[in-house]
Nanobody, 119 residues
Framework: QVQLSESGGGLVQAGGSLRLSCAAS????????MGWFRQAPGKEREFVAA????????YYADSVKGRFTISRDNAKNTVYLQMNSLKFADTAAYLC????????????WGQGTQVTVSS
């Protein structure tokens, strides 16, 4: 089992920045690819970004490319999502997840942290 706990969400004005963190415990963190997803009220959960086990390969949704950066620190068992130039449309609950591959299925999920962008 892997336990995931997100933090860093909050209320920010459009154009601002936030940095989300996801701390992992349980099994060896570096054995897992990590992803960030988001879900707004009344909408399907959507992929935001993912990072390989080593951190060398990253993937982004087109809607966040160039604004968001995913990174990981395997020594700290933590994955980050730096979000810049935030838009009202980025408002959602952000969840981190762990899986075998960055572009595969994810087996473990956190509870989420709320990001609210005011226009």
């Amino acid at each position: 089992q892997v336990q995931l706990s997100e933090s860093g969400g909050g209320l920010v004005q459009a154009g601002g920045s936030l940095r989300l963190s996801c701390a992992a415990s349980g099994r060896t963190f570096s054995n897992y690819a990590m992803g960030w997803f988001r879900q707004a009220p009344g909408k399907e959960r959507e992929f935001v970004a993912a990072i390989s086990r080593s951190g060398l390969v990253t993937y982004y949704a087109d809607s966040v490319k160039g604004r968001f950066t995913i990174s990981r620190d395997n020594a700290k068992n933590t994955v980050y999502l730096q979000m810049n130039s935030l838009k009202f449309a980025d408002t959602a609950a952000y969840l981190c997840a762990a899986g075998e591959r960055a572009k595969g299925e994810y087996d473990y999920w956190g509870q989420g942290t709320q990001v609210t962008v005011s226009s």
